[in-house]
């Protein structure tokens, strides 16, 4: 409880500034974004190093996808940037708008639930205090608004396409933090940057996000 309010904080501020910029204008989206894409990959840069340092006296091989997060996270932001381009030949700012709403849900609530009610733990070494009751509530929360988003509030895309998302963002927001975490754990630490207080760093923040960025863009095509 120590670190709630400076969490807090944070995370409003955080939340304020990514849909602010969205909302705001074209340029406001694009120079933000690109701002966060560099942090992440900074932070990603520096967990490389780490990791080649921690490696550097043994034979162990990681996977190929391991070895360069900097890509992961390039292409996975540059694929974000994309997706409000991608709508329609103007810049659209509600797609990607509601892709982060229903990231935070399912984020905000999986973490909620898993902290009441989580006991089956998912068993996922690099995330190991994830559970099932977590995971699917955070799910169950993101799929309820999708229905209300496109039923109450805007009509984005078509209900099938909104219904994906709702669905989809949460298991594909789950590979991205796994990744993230797996990242951290190979190269021995908690966060990958410090630059927000209570929640870590830029990467931290953005897992979820990258994680969901492919299978969103293909949505938005199709």
Same mark, same amino acid.
Not at 76 to 86: A, D, G, K, R
Not at 216 to 222: F, K, N, S, Y
């Given at each position: 409880?120590?670190?709630?309010?400076?969490?807090?904080?944070?995370?409003? %501020?955080?939340?304020?500034?990514?849909?602010?910029?969205?909302?705001?204008?074209?340029?406001?989206?694009?120079?933000?974004?690109?701002?966060?894409?560099?942090l992440a990959m900074y932070e990603s840069h520096e967990l490389?190093?780490? %990791?080649?340092?921690?490696?550097?006296?043994?034979?162990?091989?990681?996977?190929?996808?391991?070895?360069?997060?900097q890509y992961?996270?390039?292409?996975?932001?540059?694929?974000?940037?994309?997706?409000?381009?991608?709508?329609d030949e103007f810049y659209n700012p509600f797609p990607i708008l509601l892709i982060f709403i229903l990231i935070w849900i399912s984020d905000t609530m999986s973490y909620f639930f898993g902290s009441y009610f989580g006991k089956t733990k998912m068993k996922i070494k690099a995330s190991p205090n994830k559970t099932w009751e977590g995971f699917i509530g955070g799910l169950l929360c993101s799929i309820?608004?999708?229905?209300?988003?496109?039923?109450?509030?805007?009509?984005?895309?078509?209900?099938?396409?909104?219904?994906?998302? =709702?669905?989809?963002?949460?298991?594909? =927001?789950?590979?991205?933090d796994i990744y993230q975490s797996q990242i951290k754990r190979m190269a021995g630490v908690k966060d990958s940057g410090k630059i927000l207080p209570g929640h870590g760093g830029i990467f931290d923040r953005l897992d979820s996000a990258m994680g969901v960025s492919y299978i969103?863009?293909?949505?938005?095509?199709?």
């Open positions: 409880m120590i670190n709630f309010l400076p969490r807090l904080v944070t995370g409003i %501020i955080y939340i304020f500034l990514i849909t602010g910029s969205i909302i705001h204008s074209l340029q406001s989206f694009v120079i933000v974004f690109i701002l966060l894409t560099f490389w190093r780490k %990791i080649k340092i921690k490696n550097s006296n043994n034979n162990s091989k990681q996977s190929f996808i391991y070895r360069f997060p992961f996270v390039f292409q996975s932001m540059t694929v974000l940037i994309l997706i409000p381009f991608s709508f309820i608004f999708s229905i209300i988003s496109f039923t109450y509030i805007q009509e984005i895309y078509p209900f099938w396409k909104t219904l994906s998302l =709702g669905t989809l963002i949460p298991v594909f =927001g789950l590979f991205g969103v863009l293909i949505i938005t095509l199709i």
